[in-house]
């Protein structure tokens, strides 16, 4: 298994909305990475977990908040989301942080209205 | 700060046609990853690219790094209509796991 799998593949919600994204690795990855892209910008970095414990955090509004319940797991918990939120969210894993090329998932398409 | 530059932004070229992208970044590191994106659509890992002097080739791509130069190209031979993508470069920090991104080049092959 070489993929890393996200879930849900579209979100729309509402300002005041609860939501979770999920991302899954069985590639026995330890390092898992959660990206922002809008449109027609590249990826820019949020959050990174080695060895399931947050290891960077680029100054991330509240509002996102990750989880790493396991190794193979990585959630990112949404609250009060704005509408400038709305983006294409990318989880990706590598063998180890920093020393091997990141193998993303197709990514969520956020829509915050 | 790392910033990651790409030129250019846009390309547009004929079939048949080589051209090359440029990477340019600018603080120390040996390890540079080039991807593929098309719209809508996730990244796809092209090359990886891990010392001075790296060359790697797939099909009608080939990339290179300078590591003195703070340099990468990504050469395109003979383009073809399936290379239309947006080309990202990306950058980590050493003893680091952030990757950084450049801007991006969104290339466009005509018939």
């Known amino acids: 298994d070489t993929e890393v799998t996200q879930t849900p593949k579209h979100l729309v919600m509402g300002m005041t909305n609860k939501k979770s994204l999920k991302c899954e690795q069985h590639?026995?990855?330890?390092?898992m990475y959660w990206y922002k892209q809008k449109a027609k910008k590249p990826p820019e970095l949020m959050f990174v977990?080695?060895?399931?414990?947050?290891?960077i955090n680029e100054s991330v509004p509240s509002r996102f908040s990750p989880e790493c319940p396991n190794s193979s797991l990585l959630n990112l918990h949404l609250h009060a989301l704005q509408p400038e939120d709305s983006a294409l969210y990318l989880c990706?894993?590598?063998?180890?942080?920093?020393?091997?090329?990141?193998?993303f998932g197709q990514g969520t398409r956020l829509t915050v209205v | 700060e790392l910033k990651v530059e790409q030129n250019p932004l846009f390309l547009s070229m004929q079939e048949g046609k080589n051209y090359t992208i440029y990477c340019n970044y600018s603080?120390?590191?040996?390890?540079l990853y080039w991807y593929r994106q098309d719209p809508g659509k996730s990244l796809e890992s092209l090359f990886v690219?891990?010392?001075?002097?790296a060359v790697k080739q797939e099909g009608r791509l080939m990339a290179s790094l300078d590591t003195k130069a703070r340099l990468s190209t990504l050469h395109i031979t003979a383009a073809v209509h399936d290379l239309s993508a947006t080309y990202f470069c990306?950058?980590?920090?050493?003893?680091?796991?952030?990757?950084?991104f450049g801007t991006g080049t969104r290339l466009t092959i005509i018939p």
């Open positions: 690219l891990l010392s001075n002097g």
């Open positions: 590639m026995g990855h330890r390092a």
């Open positions: 977990y080695s060895y399931e414990k947050l290891s």
């Open positions: 990306a950058v980590d920090h050493f003893g680091n796991e952030k990757l950084t």
């Open positions: 603080t120390t590191s040996d390890r």
């Open positions: 990706a894993s590598s063998p180890e942080g920093g020393l091997h090329e990141a193998f």
